[in-house]
């Protein structure tokens, strides 16, 4: 199975909006980071998307992919699922409906944000999804078992996902001990972190995610959902302990 950082940015991307700082205005590509997604390819050369932020159409072009079998939702954030309108060209290409995995809340929150998707009676031109529920527990689709594990975002608990030895967790702040059973033993974990320093409600912070890199002992540890507050990639990237990095947009994992 392949995994591609679709974006590796947090909910204002890199460079941010009328931001001077050298991260904002670095030539390097890799400091230039659009919202967090990742898009997940199995052995049966299926296309699992986790995440539908602002920034799809753009992803799906600058990679190249022309299509979508499902999508896995971490979380109703708008950086998360605003860009689920853009998935209409992938839906009149195909004439099906993409099917949507997520918790209950989350399913809630996509209906009442894009009614005309679910309206009796569609207007021309309208996106079509298929929702399904899910809970803290294994499902399996596109032959492929797909592990939740669930975060706590600020007040509110967020899926990550766990694909056979990697997990991909984005937007967490907290990860209760009983959560983290399913952590352990990976040949790649991938976590949010938001900023080097300066304790954030909702999301890790660099010292957060070593200690957690310390204690779960994966093979790697890939960060996402990155600001420009973490500081240049070529930079950090370096000062990381051996078996951390960064991730960046483009980068691809094969597991």
């Given at each position: 199975?392949?995994?591609?950082?679709?974006?590796?940015?947090?909910?204002?991307?890199?460079?941010?909006?009328?931001?001077?700082?050298?991260?904002?205005?670095?030539?390097?590509?890799?400091?230039?980071?659009?919202?967090?997604?990742?898009?997940?390819?199995?052995?049966?050369?299926?296309?699992?998307?986790?995440?539908?932020?602002?920034?799809?159409?753009?992803?799906?072009?600058?990679?190249q992919e022309d299509r979508i079998d499902i999508a896995l939702l971490t979380h109703e954030h708008n950086d998360h699922?605003?860009?689920?309108?853009?998935?209409?060209?992938?839906?009149?290409?195909?004439?099906?409906?993409?099917?949507?995995?997520?918790?209950?809340?989350?399913?809630?929150?996509?209906?009442?944000?894009?009614?005309?998707?679910?309206?009796?009676?569609?207007?021309?031109?309208?996106?079509?999804?298929?929702?399904?529920?899910?809970?803290?527990?294994?499902?399996t689709v596109l032959d492929t078992e797909i592990t939740p594990v669930e975060v706590i975002h600020f007040k509110i608990?967020?899926?990550?996902?766990?694909?056979?030895?990697?997990?991909?967790?984005?937007?967490?702040?907290?990860?209760?001990?009983?959560?983290?059973?399913?952590?352990?033993?990976?040949?790649?974990?991938?976590?949010?972190?938001?900023?080097?320093?300066?304790?954030?409600?909702?999301?890790?912070?660099?010292p957060d995610v070593i200690k957690l890199f310390e204690e779960l002992k994966p093979e790697k540890l890939f960060l996402?959902?990155?600001?420009?507050?973490?500081?240049?990639?070529?930079?950090?990237?370096?000062?990381?302990?051996?078996?951390?990095?960064?991730?960046?947009?483009?980068?691809?994992?094969?597991?």
């Amino acid at each position: 199975m392949k995994l591609k950082f679709l974006g590796t940015g947090t909910s204002q991307g890199v460079p941010v909006i009328g931001c001077t700082c050298e991260v904002c205005t670095s030539g390097n590509p890799k400091d230039s980071r659009l919202r967090s997604s990742v898009m997940i390819t199995t052995d049966e050369d299926k296309k699992i998307l986790i995440d539908c932020g602002p920034d799809f159409r753009q992803q799906m072009l600058t990679n190249q992919e022309d299509r979508i079998d499902i999508a896995l939702l971490t979380h109703e954030h708008n950086d998360h699922v605003i860009g689920l309108d853009d998935m209409r060209p992938l839906i009149f290409k195909t004439g099906k409906d993409i099917p949507l995995y997520c918790s209950s809340r989350v399913a809630n929150e996509v209906k009442n944000r894009f009614p005309y998707a679910f309206a009796d009676e569609k207007y021309p031109g309208a996106p079509a999804f298929e929702l399904h529920e899910i809970e803290n527990k294994p499902f399996t689709v596109l032959d492929t078992e797909i592990t939740p594990v669930e975060v706590i975002h600020f007040k509110i608990p967020v899926f990550g996902y766990k694909f056979k030895k990697l997990a991909y967790i984005t937007d967490a702040g907290f990860i209760s001990e009983t959560e983290k059973e399913k952590l352990k033993n990976l040949d790649v974990l991938i976590l949010n972190c938001i900023r080097k320093s300066d304790p954030h409600p909702a999301h890790f912070i660099l010292p957060d995610v070593i200690k957690l890199f310390e204690e779960l002992k994966p093979e790697k540890l890939f960060l996402t959902h990155i600001s420009h507050h973490l500081g240049l990639h070529d930079v950090e990237d370096k000062q990381l302990p051996s078996g951390m990095h960064l991730a960046y947009d483009g980068l691809e994992i094969i597991f």
